[in-house]
């Protein structure tokens, strides 16, 4: 690396993050434990403030909490509620996976997750720099500058992890065809499970009420797909101050967009119904997930994206454990391009799809042009509810158990 090379230009850094989320923390906390000598050239420009709200489920799988542990993270740090058990449905049937001895997924809410990771990359040594909103980017030979509402800032190498909505990708990928889902989400108070409020008159009838209350479990169910909603209805256990809640939502890939679809709501409302709750007594919220599509780049000469910035998993929207996945696989592109003085980024494409994050990104899209599509009612009944082995065989090899492949 040469001296002139990294000169700093005052308050300006070498490695420029746009966005203090998972994938722009995890970057910066992978640079970080790669190369410390790195710490005082990185700066992460976060437009909000923490804890900033960010809208999420918050469910967290093994793989999240693997690559955390390997940053010498413990996530149970965060107030969390652990789901004992997942329930993959159509039209309340399907597969229950729970993990021995463990919890299946753990639910954190995002304020709080996001906060808790700032303030570990904080005490890691790096800058992170609240209120300041990026607004434009411009990579040339020399250097990149990134324009703000605080003042231009020049760097090296600028990492786009500003989100689904971000604007790196935009600005510098303005012409790759772009896949998003749409996605609504409602919080309400936890359930009082009783069984005949859970599975009413006729599933007691039909032997539902001697099963387990509900509360612990996380529920996904894809009973809107035959009505060209290609995605799924979830329900998961929550707290907020430490108050036990449930967040309910819903997931369309837009797959069968070109179909005629219910308003999304309704599959939702329907779902909240079947347990005691009215949506229109709740607050419901909505926002973009960009998913991953293996044809589309994932950087230009000098600037490289993480997280929903290149796209979450296709199947459900999962992004924390991806954004972190992510954030591990461009830290090693960027400390070898710094060893190298060469900042075309032109193997990062190469290093995400060979890593196990770029494997179980590609079998979840596979999986997801193949499920979503093969839309009927017949198909979803044999796939949840009778294909139950293949089904987990595959999730286990091809969809889980990606965070312990990533080498840091
Ligand atoms: C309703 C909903 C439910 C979800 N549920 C789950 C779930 O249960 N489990 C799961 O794993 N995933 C879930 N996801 C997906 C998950 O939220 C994302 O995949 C994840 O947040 C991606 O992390 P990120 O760091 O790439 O982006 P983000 O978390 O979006 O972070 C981007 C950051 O960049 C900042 N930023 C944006 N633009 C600028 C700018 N111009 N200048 C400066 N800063 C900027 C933002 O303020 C933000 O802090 C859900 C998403 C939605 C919408």
């Given at each position: 690396m040469t001296k002139k090379m990294w000169h700093n230009w005052g308050m300006e850094k070498d490695i420029l993050i746009i966005g203090g989320g998972p994938s722009g923390l995890s970057t910066a906390l992978h640079l970080t434990k790669l190369n410390p000598h790195l710490t005082p050239r990185i700066l992460i420009l976060e437009k909000m403030h923490y804890p900033r709200p960010k809208l999420c489920a918050g469910g967290l799988v093994a793989d999240a909490e693997i690559i955390l542990q390997r940053l010498g993270?413990?996530?149970?740090?965060?107030?969390h509620v652990d789901a004992s058990a997942a329930h993959f449905d159509f039209e309340g049937k399907g597969i229950k996976i729970s993990v021995p001895k463990s919890h299946t997924i753990r639910v954190i809410r995002r304020n709080e997750f996001d906060h808790w990771l700032a303030k570990k990359t904080r005490e890691a040594g790096i800058e992170i720099r609240e209120g300041v909103t990026v607004k434009n980017i411009t990579p040339n030979e020399d250097g990149v500058i990134v324009e703000t509402d605080q003042g231009n800032f020049r760097a090296q190498i600028v990492v786009g992890?500003?989100?689904?909505?971000?604007?790196t990708r935009r600005i510098v990928l303005p012409n790759t065809p772009v896949y998003t889902a749409r996605v609504l989400e409602v919080i309400t108070p936890n359930y009082p499970v009783t069984p005949a409020l859970a599975y009413g008159v006729e599933g007691i009838a039909s032997?539902?009420?001697?099963?387990?209350?509900?509360?612990d479990e996380a529920f996904f169910d894809f009973f809107p797909v035959p009505n060209n909603i290609a995605g799924y209805v979830w329900d998961f256990p929550t707290q907020i101050n430490g108050e036990p809640m449930r967040c309910w939502g819903i997931y369309d890939?837009?797959?069968?967009?070109?179909q005629e679809r219910p308003p999304l709501k309704k599959p939702l409302a329907d779902e909240m119904a079947r347990h005691g709750?009215?949506?229109?007594d709740h607050e419901l919220t909505g926002h973009p997930i960009r998913w991953y599509d293996?044809?589309?780049?994932?950087?230009v000469p000098r600037v490289l994206l993480v997280g929903d910035a290149v796209?979450?998993?296709?199947?459900?929207?999962?992004g924390i454990s991806m954004a972190l996945g992510y954030g591990a696989i461009a830290a090693q592109e960027i400390s070898e391009s710094i060893q190298r003085s060469e900042?075309?980024?032109?193997?990062y494409k190469r290093r995400l799809v060979r890593s196990g994050l770029g494997q179980t990104l590609f079998a979840r899209w596979v999986i997801t042009q193949i499920i979503y599509p093969l839309k009927w009612r017949w198909f979803q009944i044999l796939l949840w509810q009778f294909l139950k082995p293949i089904v987990i065989f595959v999730a286990w090899v091809f969809?889980?158990?990606?965070g312990k492949r990533i080498k840091i």
């Open positions: 993270l413990d996530v149970s740090e965060v107030p992890a500003d989100g689904s909505n971000g604007i032997g539902k009420g001697q099963e387990r209350p509900r509360n890939t837009n797959l069968l967009a070109d709750f009215n949506l229109d293996p044809f589309n780049p994932v950087s796209g979450a998993d296709s199947i459900f929207g999962e900042f075309s980024f032109s193997g969809v889980l158990n990606w």
